[in-house]
């Protein structure tokens, strides 16, 4: 990021862990003044953890990105080519590189089948035209950012489901990217236990649909958008 030429932050959500993961980021915040950590008293999730970061960022772009670095920060630029082209969100897509030559894709087999199986799931519940909806790498314009998590509720990995599922009912333009992705040891994502859990939350969502939660303000009236093609975002064909 400092190779860039531009002004940025980097805030990392500490949500209660156990570990050196605070002790380490204030060594570097020490040293780097764009680094900023938000610590949290209870480990509420991951969805409230992001929720937490991306309502204190500044900047007409926002980007959340798993610690880990598990999608090389490097892949940014191919999320805000996507914004130049018009999206409103672009999400990296590990479903979309792994059809790509020029993209390695690193997961493990069964880990890759299992969520083969999930999406395809979420696709009859709703979620329609999104190969890969559980990618640690979204950007996100400030105002649009502003709007969905502010109506998210969901605490746990479910999050970016209702993220996705709002901006696709409130018409924001969404660009799936395929993007390089690698394993990294030491990921806190159980299948069996989070995946029911994140069966749970979809079915949170969708009854939050029927309740009315999420209907958009009239500014932001669906009708208000218009999406842009995919061949107009530069993406593959789906």
Not at 16 to 29: C, H, P
Not at 73 to 89: C, H, K, P, S, Y
Request: with cysteine.
């Amino acid at each position: 990021m400092q190779g860039r030429g531009q002004a940025y932050e980097v805030l990392v959500i500490d949500d209660g862990s156990t570990d050196t993961t605070a002790s380490v980021v204030e060594t570097a915040a020490s040293s780097i003044p764009e680094i900023q950590l938000l610590r949290a008293p209870l480990r509420r999730g991951k969805g409230a953890a992001v929720r937490r970061g991306m309502q204190a960022a500044v900047g007409q772009l926002l980007l959340f990105a798993d610690a880990d670095g598990a999608t090389p920060i490097q892949e940014l630029a191919r999320l805000e080519e996507a914004m130049t082209n018009g999206a409103d969100v672009a999400i990296g897509s590990r479903s979309l590189a792994s059809r790509l030559p020029d993209y390695a894709v690193r997961a493990r087999w069964y880990r890759t089948i299992l969520s083969n199986l999930f999406n395809s799931l979420i696709q009859q519940k709703g979620l329609t035209g999104i190969t890969d909806t559980q990618c640690g790498f979204k950007l996100f314009r400030q105002p649009v950012a502003a709007d969905l998590f502010g109506v998210s509720s969901i605490d746990g990995y479910g999050f970016d489901l209702e993220l996705l599922y709002v901006a696709q009912q409130r018409g924001y333009r969404i660009a799936e990217i395929p993007v390089n992705w690698s394993h990294q040891p030491g990921s806190k994502f159980r299948i069996v236990r989070d995946g029911l859990a994140m069966l749970r939350e979809l079915a949170v969502i969708r009854r939050n649909r029927t309740k009315g939660y999420y209907t958009a303000p009239l500014h932001l009236h669906p009708q208000n958008f218009h999406p842009a093609p995919v061949r107009q975002l530069g993406l593959p064909p789906q």
